[in-house]
């Protein structure tokens, strides 16, 4: 199964975008989707996740509140809705996916065993 992210591009400092995340060919089971981010000379962290099923959420600290994690079943997509961008947000967005069973793993990048492509997001100041 390979993941496609979409919707990176060159933002200011308090603007929005919306990232989206599908598969490449065929709907598969899932228990979590995820974003990831990796900054320039940084390592990958985690950045929010989604139960496919039931649509509980989660977030790391530093996006809290100005973003948000949602899921369209019959599109089978997920989207990250950004909000008041800030140029540390600024990134490759990686999305991913766990297998169909159920775990409450959902922050590591060992969670995870599908992989989008990553979509470049540039937050200027």
């Known amino acids: 199964v390979q993941l496609q992210a979409f919707g990176g591009g060159l933002v200011q400092a308090g603007e929005s975008l919306r990232l989206s995340c599908a598969p490449a060919?065929?709907?598969?089971?899932?228990?979590?989707w995820g974003w990831f981010r990796q900054a320039p000379g940084k390592e990958r962290e985690f950045v929010a996740a989604?139960?496919?099923?039931?649509?509980?959420?989660y977030y790391s600290d530093s996006v809290k509140g100005r973003f948000s994690n949602s899921r369209d079943g019959a599109r089978n997509t997920m989207y990250l809705q950004m909000n008041s961008l800030q140029p540390d947000d600024t990134a490759v967005y990686y999305c991913?996916?766990?297998?169909?069973?159920?775990?409450?793993?959902?922050?590591?990048?060992?969670?995870?065993?599908?992989w989008g492509q990553g979509t470049e997001l540039t937050v200027s100041s």
């Open positions: 991913a996916a766990t297998g169909p069973a159920y775990a409450n793993r959902y922050i590591r990048e060992s969670d995870y065993i599908y």
């Open positions: 060919g065929r709907p598969f089971a899932s228990n979590t």
């Open positions: 989604i139960n496919w099923r039931n649509g509980v959420t």
